[in-house]
Every structure is written in structure tokens, then in C-alpha cells.
């Protein structure tokens, strides 16, 4: 049964797509079947995971409107493949923002991802889903899918101040609409250890939210930044350096914690 999991944080520019896409190739690399679901029309984790937005058939828009099935609509990426480190993509492009006036006259219109993604259960051992900078209708199916959230964030003043709305949303759509959801975790991403303000900022976060804070933490590396101009995630480009390593060990926590949750 495939573990679904929310990468999400209503800012923008906090590192949720390139969490989503290491993770995924952390986890390909690490031998776990691996769906990567792109919620945002902007297709960077589509584009980041080697495959064009452009040139997509079929995408995660059709699943939506239920004119296709996951097993029918997702892509794979050459270079992934030939790295070893291939996972499933469900692409998005710019038809998905039309997604969002499209859906509001359907029914069960938060639960349509949720739906497609129980057809292909048996195909994943994770399914992970890049969620757009909003709490819109395509976040909400999201999380309405997913077993859990993982919040990636920058230990910054304002992060905890960020922190509360998500938190306050989570528990809505987890009283409301989806019971299995829960934060699985806080990620410190674009980390660097010689800023006290942030060393700061991550022990107020482990004084708050105690285990709910992985342990794996992703520094600040140019690598990372650099890989999606070559259509790969930085765990492709660049397997040896600082990032892509902690993204792996990030990978092998996520296996631990899910083994820790079945228990
Ligand atoms: P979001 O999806 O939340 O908008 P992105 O993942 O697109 O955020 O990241 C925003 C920018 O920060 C991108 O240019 C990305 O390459 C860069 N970035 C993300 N994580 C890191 C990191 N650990 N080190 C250096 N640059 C990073
Ligand atoms: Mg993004």
C-alpha cells in the first residue's frame, strides 16, 4: 500500500519543489517504488524531474477531471532512468490553473485526487505530492489524499509565524475532510549552521514541535539550485555533493518513520 505525503508550506520560494524531487529520486535510489504528483500549474517539479511540461498528453489535469487515469497519464524520464533513479511523474502545466474554475461546479471536488490515487495503490510504495504556494482548491486535494504533510522551511524570523496558519489548516481538513491527516514532519531546508539567528530558529522549532522535527536537515548547497536548469533533481546532478547526501539520508528517515507508523 503506497504511503501519500503533502510537501506543502503556503510560502513561496521555501524549497517545496526541490524537497519533493530530491526526496523522490532519494527514495528511487534507495530501491522504493515512487509516484512524484506536480499540484502546481508553474510544472517545476514536472520540468525538475526531466520531463517537459510542454510536451505532455495526458497530466495530472486530466486526472482531475477524471478523463484519465493515473496508469494512463503519468511520464518517465530518460536521464532518471539512465541514473538509476527513476520514479513516476503525473506532470502539470499552465491548462492546470483552469483546473481550479473547472472543479468548482463538480462534485466531490476536493476528493479527486484521492480517488485516482487509490487505483494505483498497489503501484507505489510512496506517492509524494508538490503542492502550489496557496491553500486552493489543488492544495486541497492534496491533502485531502494524503496520509501526511511534510513542511519544509527556512529556520527564518517569520517561519513559526508561517507555521500557524498551516498548522490551523491541517487540523480543518483533518476534522473536516480527512482523518488520516497529520504532520509527519518539519524539514529544516536551506540550512546553514554558521547563522546564528538560524540555529536559533531550530532549536525554537525542536522546543516546540520535538520529534515532529526530522532529524536529516538540507543545507543551503548551489548544487541543488543548479540541478533544474538540467532537468534533473540535484541527487541526479550531483550525487556526491552536501545536498543530494542529505537528501538521501532524508530518504532513509521517511523509510524509517513509515516503518515506525505500520508498528
Ligand atoms: P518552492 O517550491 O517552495 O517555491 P523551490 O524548491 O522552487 O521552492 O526553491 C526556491 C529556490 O530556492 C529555487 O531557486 C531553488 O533552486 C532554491 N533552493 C531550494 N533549496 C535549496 C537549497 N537547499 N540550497 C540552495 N538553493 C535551494
Ligand atoms: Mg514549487
Do not use: W
Not at 536548469?229 to 532513509?252: C, H, I, L, N, R
Amino acid at each position: 500500500m503506497a504511503k501519500i505525503f503533502c510537501v506543502a508550506n503556503q510560502k513561496g520560494g521555501v524549497g517545496k519543489t526541490t524537497t519533493t524531487v530530491n526526496l523522490a529520486a532519494g527514495l528511487a535510489k534507495i530501491g522504493q517504488r515512487v509516484l512524484m504528483v506536480d499540484l502546481d500549474p508553474q510544472g517545476n517539479a514536472t520540468m525538475g524531474s526531466g520531463v517537459d511540461k510542454r510536451a505532455l498528453k495526458l497530466s495530472v489535469y486530466d486526472v482531475l477531471l477524471e478523463s484519465a487515469s493515473i496508469a494512463e497519464a503519468h511520464a518517465k524520464s530518460d536521464k532518471l532512468i539512465q541514473a538509476g533513479c527513476s520514479y513516476d511523474v503525473l506532470g502539470a502545466n499552465r491548462e492546470l490553473a483552469g483546473a481550479e474554475v473547472e472543479l468548482v461546479d463538480l462534485e466531490r471536488r476536493e476528493k479527486r485526487l484521492k480517488q485516482a490515487l487509490a487505483q494505483a495503490n498497489d503501484d507505489y510504495d510512496f506517492v509524494l505530492i508538490d503542492c502550489p504556494p496557496s491553500l486552493s482548491m489543488l492544495t486541497l486535494n492534496g491533502l485531502c489524499s494524503a496520509h501526511g504533510v511534510i513542511v519544509p522551511m527556512q529556520c527564518e524570523y517569520f517561519a513559526l509565524e508561517g507555521l500557524t496558519d498551516l498548522v490551523n489548516t491541517i487540523k480543518q481538513v483533518h476534522a473536516n475532510l480527512n482523518k488520516d491527516l497529520q504532520i509527519i514532519g518539519l524539514l529544516r531546508v536551506m540550512f546553514d549552521p554558521r547563522i546564528t539567528l538560524q540555529m536559533q530558529v531550530s532549536d525554537q522549532l525542536k522546543a516546540h514541535f520535538g520529534d515532529k522535527v526530522f532529524d536529516a536537515v538540507i543545507p543551503r548547497n548551489v548544487r541543488l539550485a543548479e540541478a533544474p536548469s538540467y532537468g534533473v533533481p540535484g541527487v541526479v546532478f550531483d550525487p556526491a555533493s552536501k545536498g543530494a547526501q542529505a537528501f538521501v539520508t532524508f530518504a532513509e528517515e521517511m523509510v524509517a518513520r513509515i516503518q515506525s507508523l505500520k508498528s
